[in-house]
């Protein structure tokens, strides 16, 4: 049998010296572990003799430590612990082995062997019969259900057996149509108690022998004809969510709580959770106890960073306490502080705080205290009960990511049942919990909330999988919802641009053609000065992608009712284009899809998730401010579209306070108004509710050319689009025949209607805001 010398010589002298090295570190730190390194470590390693009289020390024995089929690493951060590894559709009869006073923990006399992952027994199957019949399931092996006579056959007929030790599929299952609830089936390695389905009977479950029931034990036939909770599960020590299966249960049940809902008369017909009348609390503890090392505990911080990033995708700004915990609990943010506290609430302060908190921070003490986590959630609750005036209306959201093993502190269920008694309505309160690790104590499954239909406990190898299950939840159902969402994929650049539409307008003798942005399903966003007397809506046409699938027809085009061209002809200003902004309405909403998505629209709660911002911070000011903050603010439009995608992407700076001087003044200069004899003021010509790009000082811009007119001035923040403008008219024209990115010269100048001009936000808000639209309306914000 190898020994761990043997192992280690095997791995290679540099291998040794740092491993040593990494004990000898750690000696120097923690004087009492050192002596007991020392006195283990230089004999398994070097041969050397211990420094301590053996008879005080108790060393491991280190016969019988390898493993077959598998590898064997060896961890010295907390302790001498062997782990244990197997390749891919195997796992080892256990993951760990520890010294602890001379012994292996766990005692066994068996030696460490990898075993093939085997799927619970699916002969539990009732009513029908299962083929083949075997007695046991390996990954891969496959499963197909028949019904006898006069039963009615539910789920998956075939079924597959997954390396993470589950079927694919859903449960078989052969019941009747005589009763109030359909039969509830029997999950794999299950057992079931009761076979009567009406009104108020129960079903109760239990796992085979060595199995962990994951889900409801017992279920109750509703007056709706459903059963209360979720479907049990029964997972071995190796089974574990994928982050597929992970992020579409969490993601489908926390959306819940996301997005805003529309009442039970309204068109959508869905119950509400949350209205836009509550609030959002969400609380994320995460264990940082000796079972995380600092690589681990490094990632722990970047998915707590992907789990606020992935929230705030949605239109519902939370507030958030989070927090770690070990032997004590540290905070990051408090719930009442990021209430009360503007920099508190700040999420990308929340992140430089995530990243300042270094593995030291948790302090020396690294027990698992899961009782004290929850003890201070319920703490902060009781503060928020007295302080916010909307308790009773807001909804309780507590995340935890934890291996489950609490060795002190006591058992955390008390506490848990003391929060769930705390929040008076059941509703109000959800609890998810993610075990991370192979070795994930599954009875912590009974401390989440068992909502009926939704999943709250997931189980996942390591927190790397854990980012994997937030990144995947911005999935195309809910992300076709978002404002300026966008993907740059090289064989289809039309996702990079969703919001882009093509606007032409038929007229003699020569027609229009312009540029908009998709802004709502039913509006797109344009110039007004697209369009003439006479034209109507029939002769308007629509291109947003390549082939314009959709019969886009337009019901009518709607001007700002302040746009005049004519407006200073009396002052030697032949036209003028202040507010040069129009909306297009279709006669049917767009279906949104990773194609056609709108872009976000300043001072709008919807441009709240891309900037970061809570509902208490946002406003239209704090928008302007974020995004128009530098004197020289980077932007683009776009040029007319080919298949469905710009030709080309215009690059500008827009020149704000002292630059914005020269930008201003180079409009007199424009061929239109040499030809004026009057004395022209620039401030005349271009107000404030213009935005200015162009010139060469102190960066060279991209100019507009003919047909670009209506398009959207637009910005990237936080790998979100915001629009901030709409393309309007320009000094100088340079562009050729080919219309390329022509550069500016000195004179040449750009000006874009400004969107966050308090005249435009009125006519926007007048026609899109939630008085005017029924369908999809954008909820605009106070100044």
């Not at 911002?613 to 040029?639: R, W, Y």
Request: charge should be negative.
């Amino acid at each position: 049998m190898t020994t761990i010398r043997e192992e280690m010589l095997l791995k290679g002298k540099t291998e040794v010296d740092l491993f040593f090295n990494s004990a000898k570190n750690k000696m120097e730190s923690k004087q009492r572990l050192s002596w007991f390194m020392l006195a283990v470590l230089c004999p398994l390693i070097t041969g050397a003799p211990s420094l301590m009289p053996q008879e005080e020390v108790k060393t491991c024995p280190t016969e019988g430590l390898s493993i077959t089929g598998g590898s064997f690493v060896i961890s010295n951060s907390h302790g001498i612990i062997v782990k244990y590894s197997c390749p891919e559709d195997f796992h080892p009869n256990f993951l760990t082995r520890k010294c602890l006073d001379g012994s292996w923990e766990p005692k066994t006399k068996e030696t460490a062997v990898c075993k093939k992952v085997t799927c619970p027994n699916p002969r539990v199957f009732e009513n029908g019969e299962v083929i083949p019949y075997k007695d046991r399931y390996y990954v891969n092996d496959t499963t197909n259900y028949t019904c006898n006579s006069d039963y009615v056959f539910r789920g998956s007929h075939y079924r597959v057996c997954k390396p993470n030790g589950k079927w694919s599929g859903s449960t078989p299952i052969c019941g009747r149509n005589s009763e109030d609830c359909p039969d509830p089936g029997v999950p794999p390695g299950s057992h079931r108690t009761g076979t009567m389905f009406k009104i108020d009977d129960k079903v109760t479950y239990r796992c085979e022998n060595k199995l962990a029931l994951i889900g409801s034990k017992q279920r109750v036939c509703q007056e709706d004809g459903q059963w209360s909770g979720t479907e049990p599960q029964c997972y071995a020590d190796y089974t574990y969510d994928t982050p597929e299966e992970a992020s579409q249960a969490f993601g489908s049940s926390l959306k819940t709580n996301l997005e805003f809902h529309k009442q039970e008369d309204d068109q959508e017909g869905k119950l509400v959770r949350l209205n836009q009348n509550g609030t959002l609390d969400i609380y994320i503890y995460l264990d940082a106890s000796d079972s995380i090392e600092e690589k681990d505990f490094e990632t722990a911080k970047a998915v707590i960073k992907a789990l606020i990033e992935t929230i705030s995708y949605y239109q519902v700004s939370p507030n958030y306490e989070i927090r770690m915990f070990a032997t004590e609990v540290k905070e990051i943010v408090t719930m009442r502080n990021f209430k009360t506290i503007p920099a508190e609430k700040n999420l990308e302060e929340i992140s430089k705080r995530l990243d300042a908190f270094s593995y030291e921070s948790k302090g020396d003490q690294s027990g698992t205290n899961i009782c004290q986590a929850f003890k201070t959630i319920l703490d902060s609750m009781g503060i928020e009960k007295i302080n916010d005036k909307n308790f009773a209306q807001t909804q309780h959201v507590i995340i935890m990511f934890t291996d489950g093993h609490a060795n002190m502190g006591g058992n955390p269920k008390p506490k848990v049942d003391q929060i769930k008694h705390f929040i008076a309505d059941e509703s109000k309160l959800d609890i998810y919990i993610f075990g991370v690790g192979n070795e994930t104590n599954l009875d912590i499954d009974d401390l989440v909330t068992k909502r009926d239909g939704e999943k709250h406990f997931f189980k996942l190898p390591n927190l790397n999988e854990v980012q994997k299950t937030f990144d995947q939840m911005i999935d195309e159902d809910s992300s076709n919802q978002l404002c300026g969402i966008q993907q740059n994929v090289p064989d289809n650049k039309r996702r990079a641009f969703p919001w882009l539409a093509q606007i032409k307008i038929t007229r003699l003798p020569t027609g229009s053609n312009c540029m908009g942005s998709l802004v709502t399903p039913t509006y797109i966003l344009t110039a007004a000065h697209c369009f003439r007397f006479g034209d109507t809506p029939e002769k308007i046409t629509i291109t947003l992608k390549k082939n314009n699938a959709e019969n886009l027809k337009v019901k009518r085009f709607i001007l700002h009712r302040e746009y005049n061209v004519e407006a200073k002809k009396n002052i030697g200003i032949p036209e003028y284009y202040e507010y040069d902004v129009a909306l297009i309405e279709l006669e049917n909403a767009v279906s949104l899809d990773r194609e056609i998505r709108t872009i976000c629209i300043p001072c709008t709660k919807e441009t709240n998730g891309a900037l970061k911002l809570s509902d208490s911070e946002g406003t239209c000011q704090k928008h302007e401010e974020l995004i128009m903050g530098p004197d020289l603010v980077s932007a683009n439009f776009t040029s007319e579209m080919k298949d469905g995608s710009p030709k080309y992407i215009r690059s500008i700076t827009i020149k704000q306070r002292g630059l914005r001087d020269d930008c201003v003044e180079d409009a007199k200069k424009a061929d239109i108004f040499k030809k004026s004899n009057a004395t022209l003021n620039a401030k005349d010509i271009v107000t404030d509710n213009f935005l200015c790009s162009g010139g060469i000082s102190p960066i060279t811009d991209h100019i507009a050319c003919k047909g670009d007119s209506g398009g959207a001035t637009y910005l990237h923040k936080n790998d979100r689009m915001i629009q901030i403008g709409v393309v309007s008219w320009g000094s100088k024209n340079k562009c050729n025949d080919e219309k390329d990115n022509t550069l500016s010269d000195k004179e040449s100048r750009d000006y874009h209607t400004n969107l966050f001009s308090p005249k435009i936000r009125e006519f926007l808000q007048e026609h899109l805001g939630e008085e005017k639209q029924k369908g999809t309306p954008l909820h605009f914000l106070s100044k």
